[in-house]
Structures are given as structure tokens and as C-alpha cells.
């Protein structure tokens, strides 16, 4: 994470209520979330979260050689999906990528590197001090 990444522009601020539910789509937890992680400095810092999120749920549910079908029916029976609450129309919604994320592996790491971008992250590392 640099301070030169625009989503942690002082510009930039998050709305009261912004947080991303982590939920367990095996059903496990019923419709209740998870977790709810807060503490997201804008709403482009929740979306980037949620998206990496759900690309390395999904990217955990797939095998060698699934197909992008096979890969979404178990991310659906296994996988955790991520919702961005308290940010309206700008929201970040797994639907809108689901089926790409399925077809192709990821070619950049970083592109499922969802702790790098934990607001949670600086209270693990106080803790430990």
C-alpha cells in the first residue's frame, strides 16, 4: 500500500457506514455476514478490497483444468462473496465480474491480494508491539 495509490487520496473520504460483509455463500452462517471489516478510508478502498476478495475466494474454489462453469458452481457451493454496504450507486458488485473472473486465472497476484488492503492490517501490526 503507497500513498500514492489514489484510493488513499486525502481528497477522497469515506461515508458514514462504510464497510465490506464478507459473506459465506455454503450457507453456514444463514444470511447474517461473516465479518464486517470497517474502517475503509473511501469508497474506492472498499470496492478494491471487495473485488480482490471475491477474486481469491473464487480463485480458491477452482482446480486444474475446471471450467469456468464447474469454477462458478463451486464458488456458489464454497466460496465467500463480499458486498460493499453505505456506498450507494458507487458500490462495487461481485455480479458485475463474476463470469470473467470464472473464464481466466488471474495474471497478476496482486489482483487477489485482498490483505494488502485490510483497514485491519495497522491493528494487527499495533497488537504485536
Known sequence: MTEDDPIFS???SAPPGLAVRIL???GANGAD???VVRGFLSIEHANAFARRYVRDSLERCRS???AAEAVLEAWFAYGEDAEVAGAGDGAWKSA???HAFAAARPTDAEERNWRVLDPR?????EEEE
Open 10 to 12: 486525502p481528497e477522497l
Open 96 to 98: 458485475t465480474e463474476l
Open 24 to 26: 459465506d455463500l455454503s
Open 64 to 66: 486444474r483444468g475446471m
Open 121 to 125: 492490517r495497522g491493528e494487527d501490526d
Open 33 to 35: 455476514p461473516v465479518e
